[in-house]
């Protein structure tokens, strides 16, 4: 069954912790996108990727941190240097085709810092 | 830089109206534009794009370069069109996918 996983679902994070969202597809798809979904602010642009070990600053980089070790994965750490950490999380995949551009979205993750 | 903008966080409208949620984009180059559509409890999913000039669900969208719109449009919405939408624009490059804030539709019978 191709798609785009995303887990944990929900995550829990002590202040001061850093935490790794877990993100795989399995679509051969060369682009991997993270967003940050908040309420009246739609999806920000965290980290975005377009080849294995390559990556590059969305709009909202700062306390975040990613790798592309796997054309498949796209693990997204919350560092404890980011100020406002609970959000929900969205990952996304798509082919670097003309043809071909749309995106796929995993069913996010629910961070709260407690 | 790429930006989208959706002027309206909500648009409720009674079923049957006509509906029309607003998107502005700037970039400099030849951008591809989207609507992606949530509905309650599932993925945010793709409903249309510039590039094909199709009608889905009945909503079409015209890209205008001039007024640098690409406004979504339905003649008679449905309660079942409630739902959160999100234009977005894809770069030259086809790497970088930017959203808008999103407009929620709600649809009242």
């Known amino acids: 069954d191709g798609g785009i996983t995303q887990s944990p679902k929900y995550l829990f994070r002590k202040e001061g912790q850093n935490v790794t969202l877990s993100c795989e597809q399995n679509l051969n798809h060369d682009a991997m996108y993270w967003y940050r979904q908040d309420p009246g602010q739609g999806l920000r642009l965290i980290y975005y990727s377009q080849i294995v070990n390559d990556f590059q600053k969305g709009d909202i980089a700062e306390g975040y941190s990613v790798s592309r070790e796997k054309k498949e994965s796209f693990p997204l750490t919350v560092t404890s240097a980011q100020k406002n950490p609970t959000a929900f999380y969205l990952c996304?995949?798509?082919?670097?085709?003309?043809?071909?551009?749309?995106?796929?979205f995993g069913q996010g993750t629910r961070l709260t810092v407690v | 830089a790429q930006r989208v903008t959706q002027p309206e966080k909500l648009l409720s409208v009674f079923k049957g109206a006509p509906v029309e949620l607003k998107c502005n984009y700037s970039y400099s180059g030849s951008p591809e534009l989207f609507w992606y559509v949530q509905y309650s409890r599932q993925r945010l999913q793709l409903l249309l794009r510039?590039?094909s000039r199709e009608s889905i669900k009945g909503f079409t969208a015209d890209l205008n370069k001039g007024e640098t719109s690409f406004h979504l449009k339905k003649p008679f919405a449905q309660e079942e069109d409630s739902a959160m939408y999100y234009c977005a624009l894809l770069n030259n490059a086809g790497n970088m996918l930017t959203f808008g804030g999103g407009t929620r539709l709600m649809v009242k019978p």
């Open positions: 510039h590039i």
């Open positions: 996304a995949s798509s082919a670097l085709a003309a043809s071909n551009t749309e995106a796929f």
